[in-house]
């Protein structure tokens, strides 16, 4: 029996007179990584952020651990364990590498300073440009160790379920290879990684199921090697 760590129920969401989700189901078993796939407007960001509520839900249910959060509060949910990593790095750029991984405890008030260090020294393990970087500015980065530092600052609350929000955009195609090189390596390292990616074919490649999403419906689901040779898929999302 799978352990669904997340699951959204019929979840419908409207931005004034836009339906931005439709009756949207979705579900995250432990130890996997899920990926979100669809264009822009599609509805992927709306669906992280109902999950972390940062957005009002007009029906439908999201659970955590088999506890409803469905109204829970953002600062509540994220001491529940879910950590959202948002489009656009959002790093404190005045803070050292180091203070921004530190800011990212303060959602865990109460977190022991031992374990804060412990989850240190695990992310410079991970991301070892950041470790060679602690001192200087976050904004002095380039893009790709900027967006490093955003997943590694999320990492620092030590939660189950990672959320990613396009974390290869605006990267150079190496960095992009990179960069989901580390996500797996999240995943190996026990973490859960719900994705959100317009790069389709290596969001794919490396997510064990993956949900289709477009004009805010859930279109299509299925294993991510399955959704790579869908002709729906490739014509839609893979340029093929």
Avoid: C
Avoid at 36 to 64: C, Q, Y
Avoid at 77 to 83: A, E, F, P, R
């Amino acid at each position: 029996m799978s352990d669904v760590i997340l699951k959204v129920e019929n979840l419908t969401v409207y931005y004034g007179y836009i339906n931005a989700l439709k009756d949207v189901s979705i579900e995250v078993n432990r130890g996997e990584i899920i990926t979100l796939i669809g264009g822009n407007g599609a509805g992927k960001t709306t669906t992280l952020m109902a999950v972390s509520n940062l957005v009002e839900k007009a029906e439908g249910r999201v659970s955590f651990l088999r506890e409803d959060i469905t109204r829970k509060a953002p600062d509540k949910i994220v001491k529940l364990g879910i950590s959202h990593v948002p489009e656009g790095r959002k790093i404190f750029p005045q803070l050292t590498v180091y203070e921004n991984l530190i800011a990212g405890t303060f959602g865990k008030a109460k977190m022991a300073k031992q374990r804060i260090a412990e989850l240190v020294e695990e992310n410079y393990v991970l991301f070892p440009r950041l470790k060679e970087r602690m001192k200087q500015p976050g904004g002095s980065l380039s893009g790709g160790e900027q967006q490093m530092l955003a997943i590694a600052r999320g990492l620092m609350m030590d939660p189950a379920l990672i959320m990613l929000d396009e974390p290869s955009l605006g990267l150079a195609p190496i960095i992009v290879e990179e960069i989901f090189a580390l996500i797996a390596k999240i995943r190996g390292n026990g973490k859960t990684v719900l994705l959100i990616e317009q790069n389709a074919s290596m969001a794919l490649s490396i997510a064990d199921r993956g949900y289709v999403l477009e004009t805010g419906h859930v279109t299509l689901t299925g294993t991510g090697r399955d959704l790579l040779v869908n002709p729906e898929v490739k014509r839609a999302y893979l340029g093929v």
